[in-house]
């Protein structure tokens, strides 16, 4: 099973340890079994944890078993990085280990190196500083997450959501990974790219929300959408239309729809035996060279390694080829 070991440590945000513990600790594979073994980790029984205390179970000799290594944010970017946390990170990443960052967790993982020469990214709040303490780091302070492989680091707060559920599809698929968002109570629908800088508006009274029009959205993906069929389900011009989603979504709505067509072609090609000539009409693509191009761009692999990388994870459930 994959082992996450999730480093905990005085002034460790709370809330950035409890996402990866929530995410990974929910994930279920299609027979039931759980999709990882998480443990939480110190290099001291008691963890200070500002407003309250942590007692953990686990020593850093665990990340020396582990498949991933997530850091937490840290409070007080201040605070000296124990030496001993930092070689136990070190020792995983040479065995192999993937390890993540979340928030200000990045800032532990420069401290170890392991980011020298590698795009990164941090909380947008602390991304000047990230980048004038480790001057090798290519800092990036505008997306919400970014993967360089065996190191991954996100923004804060739901970023972290996001890393994580990127990781979950990674390992087990988008069918696994849009079930633990589900139980998660988050939305599987932000990639890396998308900016930082959202306002994430709540639903309010004037018609702004655009939680509607995404749904909707969603239950047509199969037909061709125009941005004046969007704007009209919203009762809205296009330019308010544009602003509006830019605001609650941080992207265009060509380029969610697009994301949205994408996930469920993962979804298909995991779960059904259609042939990707009939995922890509099934999810609104009019042409299949369109659907490759833009799967591609989105999932870094073709339909038909997608679908041979993750066939065996999980059960086709329709027959028809189309």
Known sequence: MHRVAIVAFDDVVAFDLSIAAQVFGLVRLPDGRPGYEVRVCAAAREVDAGAFRLRVRHGLAELRRADTVILPGITDLGRPVPERLLRAVRRAAGAGARVASICTGAFLLAATGLLDGRRATTHWLAAGELARRFPRVEVDPSVLYVDCGQMLTSAGAA????????????????????????????????????????????????GCSLRRVLDWMEENLHREIALRDVARRAAMSVRSLNRHFKEQTGTTPLQWLLRARVRRAQLLLETTARSVERVASDVGFGSVAAFRQHFHRAAGTSPQAYRSAFRSRTRPQDGRRG
């Open 159 to 206: 970023a972290g959501f996001d890393l994580c559920l990127h990781m979950v599809r990674l390992d087990h698929g988008a069918a696994v990974a849009a079930e633990a968002a589900r139980l998660s109570v988050v939305p599987l629908e932000r990639d890396g790219g998308q900016a930082q800088f959202i306002v994430h508006a709540p639903p309010t009274a004037d």
